[in-house]
């Protein structure tokens, strides 16, 4: 079984910043990859950003040069750090594993830009 737990979310400004936490146990195995996904009201779930093992990332169009992912294997833990936050951000973030035969989601962690 696999459990992953986001936290970090909140309240902030336009402009700020904010950092993610995608706490990971279990069966986990550091060579596949991880992900944050989230989802707007009204809007459906889509991709952030993914990173590999090796924290080979790869990001939306939307947030690109905003936010940056990457994990620290030793700890099972991913993180995103949300720059330059803007109001078409807020959404539910969740974070994802996937490896052969499941795949995994933490129960999202709220992210609200408003002034």
């Known amino acids: 079984q696999v459990q992953l737990v986001e936290s970090g979310g909140g309240l902030v400004q336009p402009g700020g910043s904010l950092r993610l936490s995608c706490a990971a146990s279990?069966?986990?195995?550091?060579?596949?990859?991880m992900g944050w996904y989230r989802q707007a009201p009204g809007k459906q779930r889509e991709l952030v950003a993914t990173?590999?093992?090796?924290?080979?990332?790869n990001y939306a169009d939307s947030v690109k040069g905003r936010f940056t992912i990457f994990r620290d294997n030793a700890k099972i833990t991913m993180y995103l750090q949300m720059n330059s936050l803007k109001p078409e951000d807020t959404a539910v973030y969740y974070c994802?594993?996937?490896?052969?035969?499941?795949?995994?989601w933490g129960q999202g962690t709220q992210v609200t830009v408003s002034s």
């Open positions: 994802n594993y996937q490896r052969p035969g499941g795949s995994y």
């Open positions: 279990g069966t986990i195995y550091s060579v596949y990859g």
């Open positions: 990173v590999t093992s090796s924290n080979t990332a």
